[in-house]
């Protein structure tokens, strides 16, 4: 089957057979052209489209033949080349093509523009929590470092008591030494005093033991309280080595000083015999 085409003098439309060519009511001067034509002709030159050909009637005498020629030729440029939404085909076309390309534009640019939103939202708040974080890392450092101070001064203030205690301790000690040095300086002046009374001299001799024996049980106890509270540079086994060994002192002064004691009150028994008896001769 044929395939025919029109042309309305500015481009050409189709193909189209031969009902499509009767519904665009094409007249005897519509240029035609199909297959095996080797140029344009009028749909009058063609035997197969006569029974199609719109007949127009001639035209009225009155009326110039010239304008009526050039609107015949705008109905058949109408015909043949319809209107979309009162534009001509390929006009709408392209007007379609380029509405498409700006709204295309403007969707790529919003979405590009909603991309750098996100993005920049992203880098704000990444940013934000660095440096939430960082502060948090200069707090706990802060926090670190007034730990470690008040640490130093608590090291430092049980440091200064121990040495306060240790003071008191030292003056403690040397009140009681210089107490029993007077002690025994009295002890021994007495001693002098009678040495021609052998009893006398006994009790003075014991006295004058009893004292130093007073005074290392004290030194003893001093050096027991010691090794009890400080810890410092000795292991657990050296502390309890220590403490044994100046517990075994003090055990032994106590038995010496029981001994002085009751040496002491035998001599004591001994003279209020002595003395008894001088007081009976006295009477006789």
Do not use: C
Not at 53 to 61: A, G, S
Not at 164 to 182: H, V
């Amino acid at each position: 089957m044929k395939k025919y085409y029109l042309h309305n003098g500015v481009e050409s439309s189709g193909p189209f057979d031969l009902a499509e060519l009767q519904m665009k009511q094409i007249t005897a001067k519509t240029p035609v052209w199909f297959s095996g034509m080797p140029d344009w002709k009028t749909a009058g030159e063609i035997d197969e489209l006569q029974t199609i050909i719109k007949v127009i009637p001639p035209p009225f005498k009155s009326v110039t033949p010239t304008p009526q020629i050039e609107e015949k030729f705008e109905e058949e440029i109408e015909e043949t080349n319809p209107k979309i939404m009162g534009l001509k085909k390929n006009t709408f076309y392209i007007v379609f093509v380029v509405l498409v390309l700006i709204i295309g534009s403007i969707v790529l640019t919003i979405l590009q523009e909603n991309r750098r939103i996100d993005f920049e939202e992203k880098n704000n708040k990444t940013e934000k929590e660095n440096r939430q974080f960082q502060l948090q890392e200069k707090e706990i450092q802060e926090q670190k470092q007034r730990i470690s101070e008040q640490e130093k001064l608590e090291e430092e203030r049980l440091t200064q008591e121990r040495k306060a205690a240790i003071n008191s301790k030292l003056s403690e000690n040397q009140i009681k030494q210089i107490e029993y040095q007077t002690r025994l300086e009295d002890a021994k002046n007495k001693l002098v005093k009678a040495t021609q009374f052998p009893i006398n001299s006994k009790l003075s001799e014991n006295q004058i033991k009893q004292i130093e024996y007073q005074t290392r049980l004290e030194d003893a106890k001093n050096k027991l309280v010691k090794a009890t509270q400080f810890q410092f540079f000795r292991t657990p086994e050296e502390r309890t080595a220590e403490i044994n060994a100046v517990q075994t002192d003090i055990d032994y002064y106590n038995n010496e000083i029981l001994s002085l004691e009751n040496e002491r009150n035998q001599l004591e028994l001994e003279l209020e015999k002595i003395h008894l008896k001088e007081r009976q001769n006295s009477q006789k």
